[in-house]
């Protein structure tokens, strides 16, 4: 081998290294444009409600998403549905609680690739008890942005909940057991998460 080939080897390895172990990108959240938005069925009709997005901690690896983290906490005390007595009976100490736990956090523990998005599963604290919840996610780019352009994203987060296992019984005469989430969290590019 030539002594520049053979100087050119290591290097090329050094690089390659270097660049697959790429720290993920840290994103930070947009609040007032981020969102949770929850359906339920109350008596025999289907209705809905949102809570606003406290906080976020995310991070993305586009080439290997099992390396990326989602840390949201979501303000349940400013739960709202479209009747005052509901908004209240939700908030109360038989439901979610909010006087004693005003925060809902999801906290991920691993994703992997699904399809076109991807599969997070993480922990889901409601009323202090926390369940394994798994979540599918759609990212997408934001509205004028160009193809490649990944500094600012939407990401999409749907599932189900099953609000019994939480101890948030209350109203099981009127209010449906399972409730459907669908987060909405708007990002930008923060660059690489310190070490």
């Known amino acids: 081998m030539r002594p520049a080939l053979a100087f050119l080897v ?11 172990a790429a720290d993920p990108v840290r994103y930070l959240l947009e609040k007032d444009k981020s969102i949770v938005g929850f359906t339920y069925v109350f008596g025999t009709s289907p209705a809905k409600g949102t809570m606003p997005v406290a906080a976020a901690d995310l991070s993305v690896d586009f080439d290997d998403l099992s390396r990326s983290r989602i840390d949201i906490t979501v303000a349940a005390d400013g ?7 509901a908004t209240d009976a939700l908030k109360s100490a038989s439901v979610l609680d909010t006087a004693r736990f005003p925060h809902i956090r999801f906290k991920s523990t691993s994703v992997r690739r699904k399809g076109a998005g991807a599969s997070i599963t993480g ?3 409601i009323r202090g008890v926390t369940r394994a919840l798994t979540l599918d996610a759609r990212i997408y780019r934001q509205r004028a942005t160009a193809a490649g352009d990944r500094r600012s994203l939407s990401i999409l987060l749907t599932g189900t909940v099953d609000r019994r296992t939480f101890g948030a019984t209350g109203y099981a005469d009127l209010v449906g057991s399972m409730v459907g989430l669908r987060i909405l969290a708007r990002i ?5 998460r310190d070490h």
Request: glycine share 8%; charged share 10%; no cysteine.
């Open 79 to 85: 739960a709202r549905t479209g009747f005052v007595l």
């Open 188 to 192: 930008v590019e923060a660059g690489p």
């Open 10 to 20: 290591p290097l090329l390895a050094v690089l390659w290294a270097t660049f697959s």
């Open 123 to 125: 922990a889901l604290t």
